[in-house]
């Protein structure tokens, strides 16, 4: 099992930054595949970026690259969401995910943290 927080969001003005954290319980999380994810009000959940269990690997929904980067902290069981530029649209609740090997689904998910962007 493994349990996942997350932390760092907040109410920024368009084109501010914010860093979201995960920190996650437990001894899989280097075994772990982890991403991010988000769902607006009205909105499915959708895909933001995933990282490999190294870190040499990322992966990022079209709408976010460039702007955000997904980074690890194997030594600290901590994954981070580094969000520059922000947009109004980015306004949603994050949410971080792990996925064990072999596994298509994630099957741990932290509660989330509200990210609010005004223009």
């Known amino acids: 099992q493994m349990q996942l927080v997350e932390s760092g969001g907040g109410l920024v003005q368009a084109g501010g930054s914010l860093r979201l954290s995960c920190a996650a319980s437990?001894?899989?999380?280097?075994?772990?595949?982890m991403g991010w994810f988000r769902q607006a009000p009205g909105n499915e959940r959708e895909f933001v970026a995933r990282i490999s269990t190294s870190g040499g690997y990322t992966d990022y929904a079209d709408s976010v690259k460039g702007r955000f980067t997904i980074s690890r902290d194997n030594a600290k069981n901590t994954v981070y969401l580094q969000i520059n530029n922000l947009k109004p649209e980015d306004t949603a609740v994050y949410y971080c995910?792990?996925?064990?090997?072999?596994?298509?689904?994630?099957?741990?998910w932290g509660q989330g943290t509200q990210v609010t962007v005004s223009s």
């Open positions: 995910a792990g996925r064990l090997p072999g596994r298509t689904n994630y099957e741990y």
């Open positions: 437990g001894r899989t999380f280097s075994s772990c595949t």
